[in-house]
């Protein structure tokens, strides 16, 4: 018995491997936000991808026609929640905007039409393309178009939800409130839009000058 107790007591005053040990709970705790961090980024990296896809299929599906209601608008426009899962897409806005230039070369661009779809909370999300149907617009990445020419812009806002909300979390993504934005652009494949699909109203292009 006596030498049992002091088999445990040697047992006890043995300091060996401390050091290992220490180190180990030491680096598990620098791994720990290392390991959330990349799970976070691939995550962010692939929604991102997937909100591409959902801008350019959404494109793609308004130039299909030369003729929408905003009804069929709104149809389109549903798909992009699908196209994004599994992100939660509770919190997104699609911004359609139909740009003309007119007859004349020192003509400015011109928000033809212009129709916002979405739902949920996107932190004031804002074309910036145009203001508004019926503004003067800018193209990103395009400074002009040619005469009598239309192009139609998508606009994509989608809320990012990481998995551990966080401060830290939002500022290595440099998370925006208005949400991640994606833009594209295209010409309508079968001839251009003569019909505002909001209000219906035949357009009409000013110049501008």
Same mark, same amino acid.
């Given at each position: 018995?006596?030498?049992?107790?002091?088999?445990?007591? +040697?047992?006890?005053?043995?300091?060996?491997?401390? +050091?290992?040990?220490?180190?180990?709970?030491?680096?598990?705790?620098?791994?720990?936000?290392?390991?959330?961090?990349?799970?976070?980024?691939?995550?962010?990296?692939?929604?991102?991808?997937?909100? $591409?896809?959902?801008?350019?299929?959404?494109?793609?599906?308004?130039?299909?026609?030369?003729?929408?209601?905003?009804?069929?608008?709104?149809?389109?426009?549903?798909?992009?929640?699908?196209?994004?899962?599994?992100?939660? +897409?509770?919190?997104?806005?699609?911004?359609?905007?139909?740009?003309?230039?007119?007859?004349? $070369? $020192?003509?400015?661009?011109? +928000?033809?039409?212009?129709?916002?779809?979405?739902?949920?909370?996107?932190?004031?999300?804002?074309?910036?393309?145009?203001?508004?149907?019926?503004?003067?617009?800018?193209?990103?990445?395009?400074?002009?178009?040619?005469?009598?020419?239309?192009?139609?812009?998508?606009?994509?806002?989608?809320?990012?939800?990481?998995?551990?909300?966080?401060?830290?979390?939002?500022?290595?993504?440099?998370?925006?409130?208005?949400?991640?934005?994606?833009?594209?652009?295209?010409?309508?494949?079968?001839?251009?839009?003569?019909?505002?699909?909001?209000?219906?109203?035949?357009?009409?292009?000013?110049?501008?000058?």
């Amino acid at each position: 018995m006596a030498a049992w107790r002091q088999r445990l007591a +040697a047992f006890w005053r043995n300091d060996r491997g401390v +050091a290992t040990i220490e180190f180990a709970l030491a680096l598990s705790l620098l791994l720990i936000p290392a390991f959330i961090g990349i799970v976070e980024l691939s995550r962010y990296v692939q929604m991102n991808e997937k909100l $591409d896809d959902a801008a350019a299929q959404l494109l793609n599906a308004v130039n299909q026609s030369d003729a929408l209601t905003d009804a069929q608008l709104t149809y389109l426009a549903d798909a992009v929640p699908d196209i994004v899962k599994p992100f939660a +897409a509770d919190g997104w806005v699609a911004i359609i905007t139909a740009v003309n230039k007119g007859p004349n $070369d $020192d003509c400015k661009l011109y +928000a033809s039409w212009q129709s916002r779809k979405g739902s949920g909370d996107t932190g004031g999300a804002h074309s910036q393309v145009a203001d508004a149907s019926g503004k003067w617009a800018t193209i990103p990445g395009i400074t002009d178009l040619s005469t009598n020419d239309q192009v139609v812009t998508v606009e994509l806002y989608l809320q990012y939800k990481p998995l551990i909300p966080s401060q830290m979390v939002r500022d290595m993504l440099h998370l925006s409130p208005n949400g991640v934005y994606r833009f594209t652009v295209g010409r309508p494949r079968y001839g251009a839009f003569q019909n505002d699909p909001v209000t219906g109203a035949k357009i009409t292009i000013p110049c501008g000058t």
